[in-house]
């Protein structure tokens, strides 16, 4: 099953994206899953229909014009419980009636709810092929919130670029339908909306002035903060060195560093991530840290994201009392609040979060849930890139489509007084440039010394 990904369009070239994850508390456990009925079952606002039987759930694509074959999950374990062939697991429970019921996915914050449908959609055995234009349009006409924020009247665009894509498919030229999709999203600058040919052709894009968190940059960045911000000290690291510790020289602050939310082990699973930040984590806030540290610098300011539950998972070592993250909205479903809950061996000092344009994704959600932290924290730096919501990876239809795709988000993350950062990002508090070209020709790192002097002074 081609699952909902939190996948960085712009930054899916360069790094590999992995499967959303999300929870908190003893994210390895799942309870298991009751008996769930055989039949149809429409996923609401994720334009999905699942076919469930006993031993296996298949998928289908669909939109109101549209229906496309999708993969297939296989049980495991208990009744309820499919894993995919990409290793997400899928938990499908009972609803508060029989035409109910949710979709669980191993590390996604809250639930899908579905409805139980009488029969496939009738587009899902028709012999009649739609344009793969009409159900690129289609797709995000349906699901992207963010025209009218981006300035981008949709419709207009289907009228600018119709005849030029039916001219491309009906010649059989994908290169030039590929430049039409390519031409029609471009505008958004969204970081998670993605046209990938699957042949090496590949669009994506960041916020203009940002700078995509390719591993040449974290690499370049690790070495200046060692060289300079810590004085020729090394990290000690974790989690594949997506995760790095140390405390800072000559000072009683504690200095760590996340690359990513995701790609912690070679399993690429959501318990195996998940367990492996638990031992970082462990092995960095050990009692006597917990005691002595006076604050926490927490670098994210390369950071390309991942999954969103591993950034609530670090949120729990981060505080001593339970709190609102965000508030998870789709279309037309009510948001759906999540919460940190204190984990064993927090950390509940002070703490100063690093930031930039280079700060994507799951780096920004945990962002979002340190807004509310009870403790004194701060963010400093740049604005982060903007892009919060999973990716919808969708399929096109069509001969010699078979390995093209998509990416369209459909969810947007309320804080508590229901505000969104799409497209602006989270603002820093406190406003300091980030790893410029005059920042390394001067040495100078301003954030990191800013997050020393607000330790030290509050300001």
Known sequence: MTMQRKRTAAIAA???AVGTITGCGNFADTPPAAD?????????DYGSVLSVHADALETYQLTALSCLKDDTAVRSGSQGRYVTEGKDVLT?????????????????????????????????TSSVVPAAFDVFWQTFLEHYPFFAAKGVDWQQVRDTFRERAARAEQRGDDDALFTV?????????????????????????????????SPQLDQQVKEYVQRRDLQQHSLTEYANGRIGYADVPGQNYGYLRLSA????????????????????????????????????????????????????????????????AYAKKTRTLEPQPQRVEPAHGAYAGPVAILTSGSTVSA??????A??????????????????????????????????????VPNEEFLTSDERTFDGSGIPPELT????????????????????VSWLTSGS
Not at 363 to 368: P, S
Not at 376 to 394: E, N
Not at 441 to 451: E, I, P, T, V
Request: proline share 6%; glycine share 10%; aromatic share 10%.
């Open 181 to 213: 999709l390519r031409d029609m999203v471009a505008p958004l600058h969204d970081a998670h909306v993605v046209v990938s040919a699957g042949d090496g052709r590949f669009f994506g894009t960041v916020r203009p002035g940002t700078t995509v968190p």
């Open 370 to 407: 340190m807004l509310e932290r009870p403790s004194r924290t701060t963010r400093i730096g740049q604005p982060t890139q903007g892009v919060f919501s999973d990716v919808m990876q969708r399929k096109l239809p069509g001969a010699g489509h078979e390995d093209w795709w998509f990416g």
């Open 92 to 124: 499908l429970r009972p609803g508060g009636s029989p035409d109910q019921a949710t979709l669980h996915i191993d590390g996604s914050p809250g639930d899908r709810t579905l409805r139980r449908i009488s029969a496939l959609p009738l587009s899902c």
């Open 363 to 368: 780096g920004e959600t945990f962002t979002q």
């Open 36 to 44: 769930f009925p055989s039949g149809f079952w429409q996923v609401n």
């Open 432 to 451: 300091e440039p980030v790893f410029t070209d005059e920042e390394f020709a001067l040495h100078r790192d301003s954030a990191f010394d800013r997050a």
């Open 14 to 16: 360069a790094l590999v």
């Open 261 to 324: 939310f995701s790609g912690y082990t070679a399993e690429r699973t959501f318990a195996a991530d998940s367990a492996e930040l638990d031992r970082a984590l462990d092995a960095i806030f050990t009692e006597d840290r917990r005691i002595r540290l006076q604050g926490l610098i927490l670098d994210l300011r390369i950071n390309g994201g991942g999954s969103d539950s591993l950034g609530l998972q670090l949120a729990a070592r981060l505080t001593d009392r339970p709190y609102f």
